[in-house]
């Protein structure tokens, strides 16, 4: 048991979703996992273990934000054994060639956040990059399963604002930028302190350019399409930890 997650030892698998909402990881343990027990209520950031096709699979909500992403992917990795983190979220759109509920993953995470500038003490500027095996087999899982024109693969936005008017949002999107969101840098900075494996994959949720959005319960129950190739990515991923 750590200070934020209040699972024993052995509880939690070597693969774990990790969606921003608990109740998104709540979602998936009710309508994909089988022989669920629920190892985590602290603060109610509900995490469950249960099997997929056969295989142990966790899911862990992180809240938002790349603090407390960052503290439950240090004590996952940490305390509990996890090999490889799969953050499944939103994320707001930045260029036109991607529409929403459009799939994107995160090659690298640029970010605003000082937590990275500080990791370095100033010395650099990291490049927050995801796991080659783990983007490599979930591209091709999507490619499966969905059109390849919904599928994006690049740089995105790990913002430490939400609401944030002073952000040069087109400016990044013309460097390639295709997405933003608020957890993807922190995870992956924390997988590469602890040489483990880590990935970002976001369903488009809105357009910062043409104003689309879905609502909050689409974004919570309705993103079925990115949780299935996770869980499949997982399911492939596991024999190679």
């Known amino acids: 048991m750590t200070v934020h997650i209040g699972a024993k030892a052995g509880d939690i698998a070597k693969v774990v979703l990790f969606p921003g909402d608990p109740l998104r990881a709540k979602y998936i343990a009710d309508n994909y996992l089988e022989d669920v027990t629920q190892y ?10 249960g099997t997929y096709q ?41 260029k036109s060639e991607v529409k929403v509920r459009d799939l ?20 650099v500027h990291y490049s927050a990059i995801a796991s080659f095996d783990a983007l490599d087999a979930a591209y091709h899982i999507a490619t499966e399963v969905m059109n390849s024109e919904k599928i994006h693969v690049g740089n995105i936005l790990s913002s430490d604002r939400f609401y944030n008017e002073e952000m040069d949002k087109a400016k990044l999107a013309r460097y390639g930028v295709l997405a933003v969101e608020m957890e993807a840098a922190g995870l992956y900075a924390v997988a590469a302190k602890h040489n483990k494996r880590a990935l970002a994959m976001c369903t488009i949720s809105d357009h910062l350019i043409t104003g689309e959005e879905t609502t ?18 997982a399911v492939k991923m596991n024999d190679q930890l």
């Open 40 to 49: 985590n209520t602290i603060r109610n950031m509900f995490g469950y273990t």
């Open 54 to 94: 056969g295989v142990r699979i966790s899911v862990q909500g992180s809240g938002m934000g790349i603090p407390s992403a960052m503290i439950y992917a240090e004590e996952l990795y940490t305390e509990y054994g996890v090999e490889l983190i799969m953050r499944i979220g939103s994320a707001g759109a930045m």
């Open 104 to 123: 994107v993953f995160g090659q690298g995470a640029t970010t605003d956040s000082g937590i990275l500038h500080h990791i370095f003490e100033g010395q």
């Open 216 to 233: 909050a319960e689409e974004r919570q129950n309705s993103f079925t399409e990115m949780m299935e190739i996770a869980l499949k990515t």
